[in-house]
């Protein structure tokens, strides 16, 4: 079971309270757990990854086990905590001004 | 119980106004979608219990809110609006060529027939259209393909499509606007477009007589006489008799020769309302003084309105999409500011008094008028 953690506004968006519970098959990457979220939630298509490019949103970020992962290829296997469940995979809207 | 709900779409969040015909209590409703930039709503005039609204930010990008019982609650619904085909490219402030590129939803125009028909005004500029209520867009390309696409440049709040104008009887007659492209038409449901730009003079186009890159700010049209089109533009006030084909100015004796919004009385057809701005870097009121304008000859003379509007010491924008009028007896006349203030006028404009004082930038007001 994965765990995310999902910034307030798209909380809102999906209409889910606290974290996020997944089942995903294969590696356990941001790719596979982003497929499978929005596989669930289908409203969060295109406010995490862009929807033509895939690419993370600019003010998105991944955070897990106190390691910023944004920059990391999105097939690349995320922490084995991350795989057990026993850590969240955190999806932070950036601080930028607005 | 009849009455007015007003949508406000502010910076920060819509929020559902509503009174009954006297206008003068309101109650105020939201912020909905709070945090997020709300473009524009706009109710079906087919069923006014179903608004759409398009909430877009910087962190999430875009998404398109659906409410089936007048703004009470909110689904989300589609927000996939891939550009038919290759996007091709568009010119960019320094002349360079750049990728069509989608940002956000500007304008949402719900068909005046179908509450489930939308279409949608998107930048980088385009037009979508849903049938199933906002679920699935598709793009109706033949705009953007048009062959001087990449010719279109944006203005300074970017190339967006933010006006869409549907023909009263003839659905397959529609008209847009493009900052800063200019006015198009089309007459087959939105599959080929005609610039429609003749007669339209701006400042910085060398070629008086340029087919496009004029920056159109709003088109309105009084439904009982579809080929009469009143537009605001960058430079000047503008009117057409003849569909769009042509356009000759009508600015007479305004205070300046910009501002955004213009609109149309619901019962008097030669009745337009301007808010005079003074550009081109400024963007506030002349003097300090928010006047509305209005015109009962179809434009070229023009009164102030000013009973209940601030005289001295304003300075804060009305934006293209924050004017509306309701179709009481006695028309209702609506505006927003960039400085959180809502403005009505249950008396066609001759006086006015805020609903509400201190929202987040508007940056959108329309109005239904409820049965």
Partial sequence: MIRVVLPPHLRTIARVHGEVELDVDGTISQRSVLDALESRYPE?????????????????????CEEDLSHEPPDAPLPDAVA???EPFMVIGAMAGG | MGGVRVLAGTRKG????????????WEISGPHFAGWEIYHLKGSPADPDRIYASQSGGWFGQVIQRSDDGGATWDTVGNDFTYDGVPGEHQWYDGSLRPWSFTRVWHLEPSLTDPDTVYAGVEDAALFKSVDGGKEWAELSGLRQHDTGPQWQPGAGGMC??????????????????SAAGAFRSADGGKTWQPINKGLRSGEIPDTDAEVGHCVHRIAMHPSRPDVLFMQKHWDVMRSDDGGDSWHEVSGNLPSDFGFP???????????????????TEHFPPDGRLRVYRSRSGGNEWEELTKGLPQKDCYVNVLRDAMAVDSLDSCGVYFGTTGGQVYASADAGDTWAPIVRDLPAVLSVEVQTLP
């Fill in chain 1, 84 to 86: 057990t469940g026993s």
């Fill in chain 2, 14 to 25: 819509a929020f559902v106004l509503t009174s009954d015909e006297k206008r003068e209590r």
């Fill in chain 2, 262 to 280: 213009i609109d149309v009385h619901a019962h008097e057809p030669d009745t337009v309302y301007v808010v005079p701005i003074k550009s081109d």
């Fill in chain 1, 44 to 64: 969060l298509r295109g406010t995490i990854r862009d929807r033509g490019t895939q690419q993370r949103r600019a003010f998105v970020r991944f955070f897990a």
């Fill in chain 2, 161 to 178: 499509l933010h006006t869409i104008v549907q023909h009263p009887t003839d659905g397959d007659r529609l008209y847009v606007a493009i």
